[in-house]
């Protein structure tokens, strides 16, 4: 049975994510208006391309440049994979280069996990909807991909910014249990968004979406002391339910919210 999805925000034109899970079902002869960077996750995909036929088995990329025909298959019983589509025009605003991509020259590199793993989490963040983490991950995905396989220059180390990173942590202390953008915290500071990542990684030692779950944990641990049930304590800090909340919550602490309340009370 096919378990196909297509993920998208309305505050995020002319990006798509495809999850692929079939069997059996083709692809004609098309082309999208997009780059698409896809990870083989299981089984054997096929597709004919530039004048040849192509068999991608899982671990490897499927990167294509905008207006290239090409068809689609699977080659095995089962084939499942994740595509990013990214529209040309939108490349300028979210790279932020003078210099864009060439373009990718190979169809089918191999993947070192990076990839594959970056499509997860940008699929993750598409379903939760979360603004900033999903941009976040959107940008590096970008990066990664057309750094090593599109023509892109790798761009240079950010250099302190103290006083907009300064800045930015403390907005995120005050609005911690918002929905914050990273257009809007792009816009506060009148730096574009890869610059203020780099910045503030490179002054806190984590990107602007990790600092803000870090505070919400933080806040979490107080309210669980009191008497708010788990689920009333996510959703009051902007989490998307009470699994991302507890999943988010054993990541910085190594324990869920249960644990932690009962050794609390005990």
Request: glycine share 10%; net charge positive; hydrophobic share 40%.
């Amino acid at each position: 049975m096919d378990a196909n999805r297509m993920l998208a925000r309305p505050w995020l034109p002319g990006v798509e994510l495809f999850h692929a899970d079939f069997s059996g079902q083709p692809f004609g002869r098309h082309s999208h208006d997009a780059f698409a960077i896809g990870a083989i996750l299981q089984g054997v995909g096929g597709y004919q391309c530039r004048g040849a036929r192509h068999a991608l088995p899982a671990g490897t990329l499927s990167l294509m440049n905008p207006e290239e025909p090409h068809t689609g298959h699977a080659e095995s019983p089962r084939l499942v994979y994740r595509m990013l589509y990214v529209e040309e025009a939108r490349l300028p605003a979210l790279l932020g280069r003078k210099r864009l991509p060439t373009g990718f020259r190979e169809l089918n590199p191999a993947d070192d996990g990076q990839v594959a793993a970056g499509l997860a989490r940008l699929a993750t963040e598409f379903e939760r909807g979360a603004a900033l983490a999903l941009e976040s991950e959107l940008l590096e995905v970008l990066e990664r991909v057309f750094v090593r396989h599109g023509g892109l220059r790798a761009a240079a180390p950010a250099q302190r910014d103290g006083g907009v990173t300064a800045f930015l942590r403390d907005y995120l202390e005050a609005h911690y249990a918002e929905a914050v953008s990273l257009e809007q915290l792009a816009g506060l500071v009148q730096r574009h968004p890869r610059h203020l990542i780099e910045a503030f990684r490179r002054a806190y030692g984590v990107p602007p979406h990790t600092y803000l779950l870090q505070r919400r944990v933080r806040e979490a641990k107080r309210l669980l002391l009191g008497d708010q049930p788990p689920l009333e304590v996510a959703l009051s800090l902007g989490f998307y339910d009470q699994a991302h909340f507890s999943g988010t919550f054993k990541r910085f602490t190594g324990v869920t919210p249960g644990q932690f309340r009962r050794a609390a009370r005990t």
